[in-house]
């Protein structure tokens, strides 16, 4: 999706409202994953949206999606003031009471937690990589919103489901938690 190009008209409130509406939960998530806190989440997106409305009839954006995470990245960073990307949010992982049975809620939230700790020990790019992964980014977009290649994301991609599948069959977690947890990892680098 094009914001703006040279054929195309100038980019308007309605075209704005489907970005804003199109984007906003994923970025979020992914907001909240770099400053921990819901209210500073939404300011950060609150000033990047205003940058970006202010800011319309300048850019050329070829790729919304990408362009946003990088700005949504850059601004919670600069809000945070760290590198601080480690936790994965339910929210993520869509852990609802339809979904599953209490007994498999229960194990799928212990295999996240398994996880959680042993993505924590994942070098810090790797982790991004897996974040924006979550939040719905392709390969090329994560590359983009990263300002790396394409093929160094898939390169740190193998190596971070290689790093955690062998951490998960490592440790000393039960059956039932390693198996949910190597089936979270998979489903990490099948996304879209």
Known sequence: MELIASDTPPFNIEKF?????AHYAALFRYARSIVKDDDQAKDVL???????????????IQNIKAYLFRSARNAALKALNTNNTDALTE????ISEESFNPLERIVAKEAIKAVEQI????????K?????????????????ALDISEKKVEYNMREAIEQLSFYMN???FDK?????GLLAINIIFTLL
Do not use: Y
Request: glycine content about 4%; hydrophobic content about 40%; charged content about 30%.
């Open 176 to 180: 039932a938690t390693i198996a949910g």
């Open 128 to 144: 991004e990589i897996i974040h924006l992964r979550l939040c719905g980014l392709k390969n090329h977009e994560i590359a983009k």
């Open 91 to 94: 929210e993520c992982w869509d």
């Open 46 to 60: 609150s000033d990047m949206f205003l940058n970006l409305w202010l800011q319309k009839d300048k850019l050329h």
């Open 170 to 172: 490592n440790r000393n």
């Open 17 to 21: 409202e489907e970005v804003f509406k």
């Open 119 to 126: 993505m924590n020990e994942l070098p810090p790019l790797r």
